[in-house]
């Protein structure tokens, strides 16, 4: 099989030739940089010869053009923040300028795509990150000062919402023009200690299921990230993605749990909070590696980390990550 056949394989849960597999993390600060944020993406693969790309321009991306300003940290290990919130009062999500997605800050990572489709091998698909408008919308008011928002004056942060969504989904949508083949969706408000399940619905679900509508039959790779602690995995299970990632090791549910609840195919099996960090792991992510590949009979599952692997990660445990998934060969 070559990189795409086992990517599409493992999607429609058939069986495959060895483990599919892959790694992504940011590349804080010089992720900034169109041309350098295409050489890194194409270099990390290269290098532990992964299956596809996750695209990782930086986090705060989505918020500039709205008035976020970066607080930078020196060095290449943390990423930008904002340096204070774009949103103050519940009446600024009424006042947001609306964007195509294909002009201002997001140029930045649609000319990095470019980029690195011209070099990309042919057999690796690239899937681009973007974030649930609720996500975004936290990372420019502070979540405090947006769920204050929503509990007092939800129709005004619904506004606001409208006009992320509609950015967001320009952005995708030419994203996939430039060579993309599917979405990383992210979502990190999905959580019961965050939110109810009535928010869940009213302001993520909502506007999540909008954008995957737009990418429908343009798309047949695209992932929900569940991000956090408390997740509501059961709620968004059936979103129509073809793949579902999240801190399976580090947080749960186990996928062997999740199983219960959706036959979609899983994309993990590493913990990227805890053991890629420790010293001598040598030995748990080898059998982190086995269990992936025991996972549904070696079927349906994508070895993954958790979240993005930490730049301090040692270079040796994702050689070894790689050599683990080779001995998985049938």
Known sequence: MNRRERIQAALLKKETDRLPFSLWRHFP??????RKLAELSLEYQRKYDLDFIKFTPYGMLATIDWGVNLKFTPGFDIATVAAEPAIHSADDWTKLRRFSGTDGEYLHALEG?????????KDVPLIQTAFSPLTNAMKMAGEGALLKHMREDPEKVEKGLEVITEATI?????SMKRGAEGVFLSTQMSCYDKITLEEQERFVRKYDLRILEALKGITWFNV??????????KECADY???????????DGPSM??????????????????KVLLEKDAEEKIGKEVEHAWAQGGHRGVILGPGCVVDPKTPEKYLYHIRDCVYATKR
């Open 170 to 174: 320009g952005y995708l949508t030419e």
């Open 256 to 273: 062997e749990e999740a199983r219960k609840l959706t036959d979609k195919c899983f994309l993990g099996g590493l913990s990227h909070l």
């Open 240 to 250: 129509p993605v073809q793949a579902l990632n999240w801190h399976d090791q580090d």
């Open 113 to 121: 795509l470019r980029l690195a489709m011209l070099d990309i091998p």
């Open 224 to 233: 929900l990230h569940i991000h956090g602690s408390q997740i509501m995995f």
């Open 29 to 34: 600060n010089l992720d900034h940089h169109p």
